[in-house]
């Protein structure tokens, strides 16, 4: 499992989050615990594998939003105490 965290330009509450949160969804439908942060300025979500960054690049422009970066992680699912 991967973990992908993406910087976004643009948000400013609440429904920009659901916004993003959409498209994410909408781009990469295996895509699970899908989160977003206006405060923050950034998205996570967890999938399989790697996902296309051209296409959620575009995904995330064309919604009127600025890609601003993406980082990958392995996922390392917590336990019930740790």
Request: net charge positive; hydrophobic share 35%.
């Given at each position: 499992m991967?973990?992908?965290?993406?910087k976004i330009?643009g948000?400013?509450?609440?429904?920009?989050?659901?916004h993003?949160?959409d498209v994410?969804?909408?781009?990469f439908?295996e895509?699970?615990?899908?989160?977003s942060?206006?405060?923050k300025?950034?998205a996570?979500?967890?999938t399989?594998?790697?996902?296309?960054?051209?296409?959620?690049?575009?995904a995330?422009?064309d919604t009127g939003?600025?890609?601003l970066?993406?980082?990958s992680?392995?996922y390392?699912k917590?336990?019930?105490?740790?």
């Amino acid at each position: 499992m991967i973990k992908t965290t993406v910087k976004i330009g643009g948000m400013a509450c609440g429904m920009c989050e659901s916004h993003i949160n959409d498209v994410i969804r909408k781009t990469f439908p295996e895509a699970k615990k899908v989160s977003s942060s206006h405060s923050k300025g950034v998205a996570t979500f967890v999938t399989e594998n790697e996902v296309d960054k051209t296409a959620l690049e575009r995904a995330i422009e064309d919604t009127g939003y600025h890609f601003l970066g993406i980082e990958s992680e392995p996922y390392k699912k917590r336990g019930l105490f740790g």
